[in-house]
């Protein structure tokens, strides 16, 4: 998992539109946006990049499910939201759509949830 890609002219305006439109919406939700964004990107880079937090696989047998923040981020807003009755905070929703950004803006491989599990085969 690299953070380390090039930016497209896409990438490059992506975030300007994204925070206009939250915005407009909400200024709250974009305070949580913002905040989320950032202080994922500082765990990330304190915790899960020096080694004292790992990544989160499912094993599957011969496949495993990665579980990135994307995904865990849109099961905690799906639960929050049913639990709530339909009323979710705008500053909480904020935030954890700033986590999702995190994984979906900053990293290459955002879209492989199942991958083959290369410990199955030397298990054998």
């Keep these: 998992m690299s953070s380390n890609i090039p930016r497209s002219s896409v990438k490059k305006v992506l975030p300007a539109v994204v925070l206009a439109t939250t915005f407009y919406y909400s200024s709250i939700i974009t305070l949580g946006l913002i905040l989320g964004y950032f202080g994922c990107k500082l765990f990330y880079k304190k915790f899960v990049e020096n080694g004292k937090v790992d990544v989160i696989f499912i094993d599957c047998g011969k496949w495993k499910i990665h579980l990135h923040h994307w995904i865990m981020g849109a099961i905690v807003l799906l639960f929050v939201w049913v639990l709530d009755y ?39």
């Design 86 to 124: 339909f009323y979710l905070p705008k500053f909480f929703a904020g935030a954890i759509l700033g986590i999702m950004a995190h994984d979906i803006y900053d990293f290459n491989d955002w879209h492989k949830v199942i991958v083959k599990n290369e410990n199955h085969e030397s298990n054998k």
